[in-house]
């Protein structure tokens, strides 16, 4: 994540966030880090096809628990 808040700081084109996402909560971290995109390789082999619907209904309770909208979180943590 410290890599996504350095590159956020740095520059203006879209971070994917990429390493490590298995749950929403680490996705919403790197989304509140700088990321604008999640990649979920590894956890897909791992967790299977339900993991990005998972991740999203997740991610949408977060963001409703803290009252932001997707573009808001983004960056939200730098």
């Known amino acids: 994540m410290h890599v996504c808040r350095l590159l956020y700081r740095s520059v203006s084109v879209p971070i994917v966030g990429v390493g490590g996402i298995f749950t929403a909560e680490d996705a919403y ?3 509140r ?3 604008s995109l999640i990649q979920v390789y ?3 082999v791992y967790e299977g096809p339900g ?3 998972r991740i999203s209904r ?3 309770a977060l963001l409703r628990r803290d009252g ?3 573009p808001q979180a983004i ?3 730098t």
């Open 42 to 44: 590894t956890a897909l």
């Open 75 to 77: 960056g939200k943590d």
């Open 33 to 35: 880090a700088g990321a």
């Open 58 to 60: 997740g991610l949408a």
């Open 68 to 70: 932001l909208t997707l």
């Open 29 to 31: 971290a790197r989304i």
């Open 51 to 53: 993991l990005p619907k």
